[in-house]
């Protein structure tokens, strides 16, 4: 508002200057009697030099009108913006929050738009915001009004989230990147909901397992479901050919496919075209799939274990995370290509895990 009125100031002193002007010429004009040829050309250019200040001088205030008008007309939008978002912030900040996602109404609070952390909403629900509202005073968003009702649907309740149409599924995806959602984009992901893959090491366990835009469901988390054998089955058992993802102690990730079932039936099944992976580990190999020989173990089921894959290929103990009880002796139904032996995986033939993921074909 001062620049604004700083603007004005100058303005009616530049008008001065020019009222001051023409009372000169008037006089000047007013002054003279009976001039000459050369004196009435004199005055001639002198006159006209004056209009041409004048008109300058005009242009130079109607520029100054202009400039001031429009910078507290902006001054004066962005006090009541201000004061909108003040009053917003009051009323709102504990109890409902109003929103207009591209012409659809919303209502929601505070407290669900910012379950998930270090996102577009809790930035904005920090003081730190710049978002527009509309005449009633709702937060505006120029975004997908529709997809934004699938994105509510996660925020309140993010474990037990399903996309209600799989046609959303790329203007979601892109929605979600727009607020910073990365937990709602890492469903869509190749592996919904991994936090143990990048994006590179989902392309790598598609091509080894054979097609690029295969999608995976995780059913099976074992920091949130638990560690013991029986969380393994009970989320795993009868799902179809899966796709386990092991994380140890020292951060190497590998793993296995599996083409049949988990059961928790004792006995090992055929499975064949089942394969062990390896993506990190203390040799710095590069990712490398190792494919089963079909020597009819291509898994073992046991109700006491977590997944067995061949004949202890790859073994890993109930409550994984708290022993080193887990081993590798690859080479039996999956070659050994790298020629590591029991130190393929973590550079020792035992170790304790920190995660695993199981997923099932989506």
Not at 151 to 178: C, G, M, T
Not at 263 to 289: I, V
Request: aromatic residues 12%; contains cysteine; charged residues 25%.
């Amino acid at each position: 508002m001062a620049t604004s009125l700083q603007k004005t100031n100058t303005m009616l002193k530049e008008y001065e200057k020019l009222t001051g002007l023409l009372k000169v010429f008037m006089k000047e004009k007013d002054e003279t009697t009976s001039p000459s040829t050369n004196d009435m050309k004199v005055y001639e250019t002198k006159i006209q030099r004056t209009i041409e200040e004048f008109h300058q001088k005009v242009q130079e205030v109607h520029r100054h009108v202009e400039a001031a008008l429009t910078a507290v007309t902006n001054d004066i939008n962005e006090w009541k913006l201000l004061k909108l978002k003040d009053a917003f912030l009051k009323t709102n900040g504990k109890k409902k929050v109003l929103l207009n996602i591209g012409g659809r109404h919303y209502q929601t609070t505070v407290e669900t738009l910012t379950k998930d952390k270090n996102t577009y909403f809790t930035q904005l629900f920090s003081g730190n915001w710049e978002q527009e509202l509309d005449d009633e005073g709702r937060l505006f968003f120029d975004r997908d009004g529709d997809v934004f009702a699938e994105i509510l649907s996660y925020l309140r309740d993010p474990d037990k989230y399903v996309l209600s149409d799989e046609k959303l599924r790329p203007r979601l995806i892109k929605e979600a990147e727009f607020y910073r959602m990365l937990n709602l984009a890492s469903i869509f992901g190749v592996f919904s909901r991994t936090t143990l893959l990048n994006d590179e090491q989902q392309l790598k366990l598609n091509e080894f397992y054979g097609k690029n835009d295969q999608h995976w469901q995780l059913i099976y988390k074992a920091s949130r479901d638990g560690f013991s054998a029986a969380d393994f089955h009970r989320h795993s058992d009868k799902q179809g050919p899966t796709m386990t993802v092991i994380r140890s102690t020292g951060c190497y990730l590998f793993g296995g496919y599996a083409s049949t079932s988990w059961t928790s039936s004792e006995g090992c099944r055929d499975a064949k075209n089942s394969f062990l992976f390896l993506l990190t580990n203390a040799n710095g190999s590069p990712p490398t799939k190792f494919v089963c020989n079909n020597k009819g173990i291509g898994i073992f089921n046991h109700w006491a274990y977590g997944p067995i894959f061949g004949d202890n290929d790859l073994w890993i103990h109930g409550d994984s995370n708290a022993n080193i009880a887990s081993y590798c002796d690859l080479g039996k139904i999956y070659p050994d290509t790298l020629y590591l032996g029991e130190k393929t995986f973590t550079g020792s033939k035992y170790f304790q895990t920190a995660e695993i993921e199981v997923f099932k074909l989506a």
